[in-house]
């Protein structure tokens, strides 16, 4: 039976440090949850973290992928991936940021055009910019999580990207108000970052998921959301990640809009 083409999923802020890696890894330990098969694409390609957070052993980058696909020795995406677990694998930043800048962003619909079958879900991680690459990445997707925090420059930056998907007529995303960061940063309330961005918000990472010694859980190379401890102590904020993730597949894929 052949395989349905897999939901595409971009994280995207306009601002680093606002837990933009962090939120995909926790997305990719749901959908595993949810016995999906998942892809975690990291297209931050100059600063990419998601290798180093999950402390997976990576042999060949999406830099590889590209070099072996302009010169037609590209044979399956699968040589490039790193296996975190039975359900989750890792497409790699490149290894030398160097390298970052010699990837056209005419290959990112190549890539995900290469695995689009063989998972049920590719994350893309992105840099928090509207580079040639994150434009790609956004366009090929079939939903985006849009990160914001408390930050006022955060905030200020996210009015003027919601202006420009309403002017390019983009739809497909959900503003995630990402509260469990920086939690000692409580400048504006709900009602007040709703009146700043000029828009709703679709959905809140709650500051009672602010985890206290998540380095630790870094260091180990630990997904949050499949951490059985915090899954039980944090109950209520995984049910509300449950419900992001599963409202961000509720969608027709690219490919079956075009059927």
Do not use: Q, W
Not at 44 to 60: F, P, R, T
Not at 81 to 100: E, G, H, M, Q, T
Not at 171 to 180: G, L, Q
Not at 253 to 259: D, F, L, N, Q
Request: aromatic fraction near 8%; hydrophobic fraction near 40%; charged fraction near 30%.
């Amino acid at each position: 039976m052949k395989k349905d083409a897999a939901k595409i999923i971009t994280v995207f802020s306009c601002k680093g440090g606002v837990g933009k890696t962090t939120t995909t890894i926790n997305l990719a330990g749901i959908y595993s949850l949810m016995d999906k098969k998942v892809l975690i694409m990291d297209l931050d390609l100059d600063g990419g973290g998601i290798a180093l957070s999950l402390n997976v052993n990576v042999n060949k980058t999406i830099f590889n992928a590209v070099d072996d696909i302009s010169n037609n020795r590209f044979e399956s995406i699968l040589n490039y991936v790193c296996k975190y677990n039975d359900k989750i694998d890792v497409l790699s930043a490149p290894k030398d940021p160097r390298n970052a800048f010699k990837i056209d962003s005419k290959y990112v619909d190549l890539l995900i055009t290469s695995c689009i079958y063989k998972y049920d879900v590719i994350l893309i991680d992105t840099a928090h910019n509207l580079n040639p690459i994150s434009l790609s990445a956004l366009d090929k997707s079939d939903n985006t999580v849009f990160l914001i925090t408390n930050d006022p420059v955060d905030l200020k930056n996210a009015r003027s990207m919601i202006a420009i998907f309403e002017d390019t007529e983009k739809s497909n995303y959900k503003i995630v108000f990402n509260s469990s960061k920086d939690t000692g940063k409580d400048y504006f309330s709900l009602f007040d970052v709703k009146n700043i961005i000029k828009h709703n918000i679709d959905y809140t990472i709650d500051r009672s998921f602010y985890i206290k010694d998540i380095d630790k859980y870094v260091i180990e190379g630990e997904i949050l959301t499949l951490n059985k401890k915090i899954r039980s102590s944090k109950k209520s904020d995984i049910m509300k990640l449950t419900k992001l993730a599963s409202a961000l597949i509720d969608t027709k894929t690219k490919a079956e809009k075009g059927k």
